[in-house]
T-cell receptor
Framework: AQKITQTQPGMFVQEKEAVTLDCTYD???????LFWYKQPSSGEMIFLIY??????QNATEGRYSLNFQKARKSANLVISASQLGDSAMYFC???????????FGTGTRLQVFP | DVKVTQSSRYLVKRTGEKVFLECVQD?????MFWYRQDPGLGLRLIYF???????EKGDIPEGYSVSREKKERFSLILESASTNQTSMYLC??????????????FGEGSWLTVV
């Protein structure tokens, strides 16, 4: 069975600082994909970044990067130069090669303060 | 733009009522999903459909059923609503992709309160 664990229920960061949101996963699949989503208070789910298990390089999308450590089964999201608009819930998710089901973690609420 | 539309944003239903949550997507996606979101529990998959009339149970299917008679429409049914089904329900769709980077697109969510 696949499982995603996010151990930080809440995080605070000052504007313009970097922050790391933790995510560990468990799967027996050799091939899998890891995703991060942002959910602002409005409730919409916004796709941020994807990392394939066979990708050599860590994924980056603008201010978002994914620190992928395969041996440790971790896929932490790094947000650089935090902005007030980054305040939201962040979810880590995973999908295995043999399924189209996307499994989510419990989320981390990030609050950015001035 | 991909659009996933959930028919009701806010609903209040009585215990024991039959409740239908409707979801329509306009991108010809094979996969459709129903998730439930609760504080501290994240998003939990209720049911998944990979084709018309095809479905798979997710992690928490008890008390729910689904219907997919047309590719674009996926309905979640609460046969007899109970107060512990008060939650936000999110519909989503995607192409088939396994471990690939094809993303899943979400609707705006339906807030259901059962009294």
């Amino acid at each position: 069975a696949q499982k995603i664990t996010q151990t930080q229920p809440g995080m605070f960061v000052q504007e313009k600082e970097a922050v790391t949101l933790d995510c560990t996963y468990d799967t027996s699949d050799q091939s899998y994909g890891l995703f991060w989503y942002k959910q602002p208070s409005s409730g919409e789910m916004i796709f941020l970044i994807y990392q394939g298990s066979y990708d050599e390089q860590n994924a980056t999308e603008g201010r978002y990067s994914l620190n992928f450590q395969k041996a440790r089964k971790s896929a932490n999201l790094v947000i650089s130069a935090s902005q007030l608009g980054d305040s939201a819930m962040y979810f880590c998710a995973m999908r295995g090669a043999n399924t189209d089901k996307l499994i989510f973690g419990t989320g981390t609420r990030l609050q950015v303060f001035p | 733009d991909v659009k996933v539309t959930q028919s009701s944003r806010y609903l209040v239903k009585r215990t024991g009522e039959k409740v239908f949550l409707e979801c329509v997507q306009d991108m010809d996606h094979e996969n459709m999903f129903w998730y439930r979101q609760d504080p501290g529990l994240g998003l939990r998959l209720i049911y998944f459909s990979y084709d018309v009339k095809m479905k798979e149970k997710g992690d928490i299917p008890e008390g729910y059923s689904v219907s997919r008679e047309k590719k674009e429409r996926f309905s979640l049914i609460l046969e007899s609503a109970s107060t512990n089904q008060t939650s936000m329900y999110l519909c989503a769709s995607s192409t088939r992709g396994g471990a690939g980077g094809n993303t899943i697109y979400f609707g705006e969510g339906s807030w259901l309160t059962v009294v």
